[in-house]
T-cell receptor
Framework: DAGVIQSPRHEVTEMGQEVTLRCKPI?????LFWYRQTMMRGLELLIY????????DSGMPEDRFSAKMPNASFSTLKIQPSEPRDSAVYFC?????????FGPGTRLTVL | DQQVKQNSPSLSVQEGRISILNCDYT??????FLWYKKYPAEGPTFLIS?????DKNEDGRFTVFLNKSAKHLSLHIVPSQPGDSAVYFC??????????????FGQGTTLQVKP
């Protein structure tokens, strides 16, 4: 199994631009999570899905952030418009049982 | 409101000695605790876990201790090896309601093991 796949691995964009991060969970996992890692707050949960349905999006910082999971094998996290304070590493994870498996992350830099 | 706290941002130990990483939590409804390890440019990987009904779980060089009355858990690595140098995240799971499965992570502790 290839594990959780995220793309792109690195993204550099200018303030105001739309950014779309992509995630392919591990096949058979029915829960998917989006996290943001910063130095100050560590790993913050942004949103998670069970069986493609958003369960808890209380961690999404603002309306500029949105996430979708159109099917069991694909999810996107979109930021529109992006701001410099959105610069961070964004992780996707999928779950079976008690353990979450993380992707390699997308390092986002907003100039 | 930081429900899971790792108060030490960094820790440095000598190879062969014990590394002790600490984690405190505030929510008594957490029912499961996990430690994740993260190398640079990689995602966190699961290391070891413990259920709230236990006070100790051991896996090779890694042992996690849980003190429920103090709402404190710790990860012991003995003996520490240079390859253990990484960021360690403590995580706690909410075990009830529609949020079952949601993990709350601490800020992480960077461990450096010196040869």
């Amino acid at each position: 199994d290839a594990g959780v796949i995220q793309s792109p691995r690195h993204e550099v964009t200018e303030m105001g631009q739309e950014v779309t991060l992509r995630c392919k969970p591990i096949s058979g996992h029915n829960s998917l999570f989006w996290y943001r890692q910063t130095m100050m707050r560590g790993l913050e949960l942004l949103i998670y899905f069970n069986n493609n349905v958003p369960i808890d999006d209380s961690g999404m910082p603002e309306d500029r952030f949105s996430a979708k999971m159109p099917n069991a094998s694909f999810s996107t996290l979109k930021i529109q418009p992006s701001e410099p304070r959105d610069s961070a590493v964004y992780f996707c994870a999928s779950k079976v049982g008690n353990e979450q498996f993380f992707g390699p992350g997308t390092r986002l830099t907003v100039l | 409101d930081q429900q899971v706290k790792q108060n030490s941002p960094s820790l440095s130990v000598q190879e062969g000695r014990i590394s002790i990483l600490n984690c405190d939590y505030t929510n008594s409804m957490f029912d499961y605790f996990l430690w994740y390890k993260k190398y640079p440019a990689e995602g966190p990987t699961f290391l070891i876990s413990i259920s709230s009904i236990k006070d100790k779980n051991e896996d090779g060089r890694f042992t996690v201790f849980l003190n429920k009355s103090a709402k404190h858990l710790s990860l012991h690595i003995v003996p520490s090896q240079p390859g253990d140098s990484a960021v360690y995240f403590c995580a706690a799971r909410l075990g009830f309601g529609s949020n079952t499965g949601k993990l709350i992570f601490g800020q992480g502790t960077t461990l450096q093991v010196k040869p």
